[in-house]
């Protein structure tokens, strides 16, 4: 009611100013030809539009009173007769980073069976500035109504207390998040969800099937153990004298690096996480750590089957430089697809004496500073089931929910064997342990791992040092 009032008072101001009868004025006096009431002289103007003389109160002012007063009883009946539908529409505002383009089609198909709502996408920021952008609105107090999250925005927004726990929805209107592909803790805070997926990702094996078919090698699969990667990506390294042809593999260890395709793989693989289970101390510090930072460090510096690390982004597998590449799957997909001159495919991340393989999933969320929760919340359930299905069809990037994904995978001309490493690897995803100082602490254990595996120094001296940076962020968070 609030609302409707407030729109019918907007309303009647803008009839009004439509006819008011301006005040006697001089002939020199103006007024900005979009502000008729405010007739200001002429030398003191502060507006730049074209001005016109203010019009003197004469009888014909009066007629034009008369005028205005039959036609504000016209826009009356007008307004009585178009509100309601008007003033029961809800606006939701949503706000993503990068293209938000691949929204559209979801946000049109949502309205037209949701008539009584609007979605605006606001303005999209590129990544980096996103978090600054959204959390300066929250401060200002104009906060959008469904957000997009990556795992470590909602570990600092849930905490700030800047997102809705969406449980109670969950619950009520009995949506099922085994319906959708797993992310581990990704949108968990306290136990809380703040997040449901709407991009999937998960690591992989890419590999050259050329090259293995050169090198009498079988083709990776579900089967296959550290053992059988560390003796491939040997075999696969081809070099004419000094000169590397091509490296088996490449080895992830750059300085600030935050492992999704590397070191947080091959700990889960041994058994070990970068945080302990309440994610208030470092627990890689320990044999089984280790042992996993010396297998990234036995392909650089003692089989010579992966690049130096100050090159490790300087060979490309989509140009044949390298024969195998964990990577972030679906990403390379569309490119390898369009320009690469060679049969490849996937296989499921080698395991240790665990399987695992990191997700970094994109999701939405609400704001608890929305005032439209309940239309915030439609909108949300929408764009990650039936928005799923928008997304198979478009394919901006994978979806998550389970059915959507069945449909995408149908539409994907390769790899092959993309739909059997999703459901190898489906119980054993592992997000990446996020929390409020998570770029801090994972750039400063990707810096060391990175030290180690380059020969730097010990992998036991790294890993010592690290544990100690990344205690100090953590202490932050208490």
């Not at 079988?218 to 059988?228: C, G, H, L, M």
């Not at 390379?332 to 970094?360: C, E, I, Q, Y």
């Not at 994972?442 to 790294?462: D, F, H, M, W």
């Amino acid at each position: 009611m609030t609302a409707s009032l407030g729109r019918w008072g907007a309303f009647l101001r803008q009839v009004l100013q439509s006819f008011a009868v301006p005040a006697p004025a001089s002939s020199s006096c103006y007024a900005p030809s979009m502000d008729y009431l405010h007739c200001t002289p002429d030398t003191h103007r502060q507006h730049q539009a074209p001005k016109m003389p203010c019009a003197r109160y004469t009888q014909r002012g009066a007629i034009r009173t008369v005028s205005a007063a039959l036609l504000l009883a016209i826009a009356v009946v007008a307004w009585a007769t178009v509100s309601p539908a008007a003033a029961a529409k809800t606006e939701v505002k949503l706000l993503v980073w990068g293209d938000s383009a691949p929204y559209k089609p979801i946000v049109d198909q949502f309205e037209k069976v949701n008539p009584d709502i609007d979605v605006r996408i606001e303005p999209s920021p590129a990544y980096g500035s996103y978090l600054d952008k959204l959390q300066v609105e929250i401060a200002a107090g104009v906060a959008p109504d469904v957000v997009e999250l990556g795992g470590m925005f909602v570990s600092q927004l849930a905490r700030a207390g800047a997102l809705v726990s969406l449980d109670p929805y969950l619950a009520r209107d009995k949506v099922n998040l085994n319906d959708f592909l797993p992310t581990g803790d990704m949108f968990l805070y306290n136990d809380r969800t703040y997040g449901i997926g709407t991009a999937y990702d998960v690591i992989g094996l890419v590999y050259n099937q050329d090259m293995f078919d050169q090198s009498g090698l079988s083709a990776p699969d579900e089967n296959w153990t550290w053992s059988n990667l560390r003796t491939a990506a040997a075999k696969l390294t081809r070099r004419n004298g000094d000169k590397v042809l091509n490296y088996g593999i490449i080895m992830y260890a750059a300085p600030q690096y935050w492992g999704q395709a590397s070191w947080m793989n091959f700990f889960a693989q041994n058994g070990v996480r970068p945080l302990n289970k309440a994610k208030t101390q470092a627990a890689f510090n320990n044999p089984a750590g280790i042992e996993a930072i010396k297998f990234m460090a036995d392909f650089v510096l003692t089989d010579h089957s992966a690049p130096p690390v100050p090159q490790v982004y300087s060979w490309d597998f989509s140009k044949e430089q390298v024969a195998m590449d964990l990577s972030i799957l679906p990403l390379p997909f569309p490119g390898l697809t369009r320009s690469a001159k060679f049969s490849w495919d996937v296989a499921p991340a080698p395991k240790g004496k665990f399987r695992a393989a990191v997700t970094n999933t994109v999701g939405l969320g609400i704001t608890a500073q929305s005032k439209v929760k309940e239309a915030a919340w439609e909108f949300l359930k929408f764009a990650v089931t039936e928005g799923g299905r928008i997304v198979a069809a478009t394919r901006p990037w994978m979806p998550v929910y389970k059915p959507a994904v069945a449909e995408y995978l149908k539409g994907l001309q390769k790899p092959r064997n993309f739909a059997r490493v999703l459901q190898v690897s489906a119980d054993y995803v592992i997000d990446m342990q996020f929390t409020p100082t998570w770029y801090q602490w994972s750039a400063a254990l990707g810096t060391r791992i990175s030290e180690a595996v380059a020969g730097k120094q010990s992998v036991e001296a790294a890993l010592a040092q690290a544990e100690d940076e990344v205690n100090r962020f953590l202490a932050q968070e208490k």
